[in-house]
């Protein structure tokens, strides 16, 4: 299928981009990588008036280090992240994960901001920002805000934005002293979105675990002085608490089993 017709508009600044918003709102739509948008497009899931293109703004390819954060702007791809060369010392999880989204063709055109933005609960990056407890940064004519991932990832394909707003960058925290970072994921081929995802962030007996791909956004887990006798029944707690339902990919039942035994097998590797 193709998309229906729309007006292209080729961003000069971030300033234009906030100007076009502002006047367009609900008819326009932000075009980074174009790995979701496009296809959502040609399949008349989305049917925008207004197709803003920020791929070639400069000023939203910078990846900065501030403080205790990692900045990542709007139009930085996942293949430029996965080559800053700060990534392994700071973000050891996104070097876990970002091996697993999609190819190195559509690593070089999709954007990490996009990714969070489109909150698809089956993707890696949603589920690395929420369980990194990561903010987004979205501006527009009114100001600036920032919400933290919590609040920002609000359902399936669902977030805080408002029609008026761009997500213009993303902050993680940078590695904790000490802590183990891990990704572990089942997909039917490589580069497919995974069936069920986890990724854990465990520092001495506290572990902080999140799930994709069964609920309709991350779900996330903080355990406390948790012991490897207790996991077992925490895994199954948890995997009964986010419910899932049966589709062609797979039944709930497969991925409740999935989160007990992927979830084990990623908190084992990220305490060594």
Known sequence: MK????DYIRAESLDHV???LAEHGDEARILAGGQSMVAMMNFRLVEPNYLIDISALEELKEIKLNGGHVEISAAVTQANLMAWPEINKHLPLL??????????QTRAKGTFCG???????SSEQPLCFAVLGGEAVLQSKR?????PA???????????????EILSSVRLPVQKPGAGYAFEEITRRRGDFGIVSVAVIADGNNVRIGVGGVADRPEIRDWEKISD???????????WEMGGDDDIHATAKYRRQLVRRIGRRAIEEARK
């Open 3 to 6: 998309p229906s017709s729309f």
């Open 150 to 164: 919590a609040e920002f990832q609000t359902g399936l394909l669902a977030t805080a934005r408002e029609a008026d």
């Open 143 to 147: 100001g600036k805000r920032t919400l």
């Open 18 to 20: 906030l100007s076009c």
């Open 95 to 104: 070097v876990e994960a970002l091996p697993n989204v999609g190819h190195f």
């Open 229 to 239: 006798g207790d996991l077992d029944d925490a895994l199954n707690a948890f995997a």
């Open 115 to 121: 990714s969070i933005a489109h909150s698809d609960p």
